[in-house]
């Protein structure tokens, strides 16, 4: 199938400012577009792009004073299949494991192991390492947290979702990666677009996080926040949790004056 994603961002600013932008989809996923990703801005403005030290592809440019748009638009193929389910897959024991997936085994801003390891334990230590596990700590944290935007907050951590038992899907999956790290189990945290495929559709729509567990001797997707199979994921960001993956990293003071974001199915690739 082919999917259609963008965005459309409106800042205000009052002084030239620098943002670091991570909104274009991931590099694993290049071969699969039908029609790159066009950017514009208004007023036009120069932009650079980079991979971080995650391998995402980010967009650096200096917002000028005022009024300000960024907007993108791309079509990319996808197979159309669910998430893929292995309940075979295993754990790897820690000394085992890539040395690449060690960092994701650590602590960070938003996934406090330290705090959370004890309830980790007492929780899903005694079921049987592998998918299962991981899966039993999706069903947990989709149950245990009630989803509501408007109780959004950016400093929530892990542990703060734990104990207020409230959120958006950033703290789903903020808390599914604190419990798997805690149990020795590599996970890291993704943003990207998640359409209405195949499921009622909801709106506005936003991009979304979900998370990827190392098992099997691979990374991948669960996602505590819908908690069943989806279709048609499109990768933006990579990181240790969202610290790591800002969809705007600001380096001054600035106002956000508009969101959209879009993502559906189409017939064909969009002509022009």
Not at 98 to 107: E, H, N, R
Not at 112 to 124: M, N, P, V
Not at 161 to 179: I, K, P, Q, Y
Request: glycine residues 6%; hydrophobic residues 40%; charged residues 25%.
């Amino acid at each position: 199938m082919l999917i259609r994603y963008g965005y459309e961002i409106a800042l205000h600013c009052q002084a030239p400012t620098p943002i670091v932008c991570l909104l274009s989809v991931h590099d694993d996923r290049m071969a699969d577009i039908r029609d790159p990703e066009k950017v514009f801005t208004t007023p036009i403005t120069p932009t650079t792009t980079y991979r971080d030290l995650f391998g995402n592809r980010c967009r650096r440019l200096v917002v000028p004073v005022g009024d300000f748009k960024l907007w993108g638009d791309a079509t990319i193929e996808d197979d159309g299949l669910p998430d893929v389910a292995l309940p075979d897959a295993e754990e790897w024991p820690v000394a085992d494991l890539p040395d690449d997936t060690l960092v994701y085994l650590m602590g960070s801003r938003y996934c406090e192991t330290d705090r959370l390891s004890q309830a980790a334990w007492d929780l899903f230590g005694h079921l049987a390492p592998g998918w299962g596990r991981v899966q039993a700590i999706c069903d947990f944290v989709h149950a245990h947290i009630a989803f509501d935007y408007q109780q959004a907050r950016s400093t929530r951590t892990a542990f703060d979702a734990f104990n207020e038992r409230v959120g958006v899907c950033r703290d789903f999956a903020h808390l599914a990666v604190a419990l798997c790290r805690c149990l020795n189990i590599p996970a890291r945290y993704v943003n990207g677009h998640l359409g209405d495929i195949g499921v009622p559709v909801v709106d506005p729509m936003d991009f979304s996080a979900w998370i990827e567990v190392f098992v099997g001797g691979a990374w991948r997707t669960f996602d505590p926040r819908n908690n069943i199979p989806r279709i048609g994921r499109i990768v933006v960001a990579r990181g240790r949790d969202a610290a790591d993956v800002p969809l705007i990293n600001s380096f001054g003071p600035h106002t956000l004056t508009s969101f959209r974001v879009w993502t559906y199915e189409v017939d064909r690739v969009p002509a022009g």
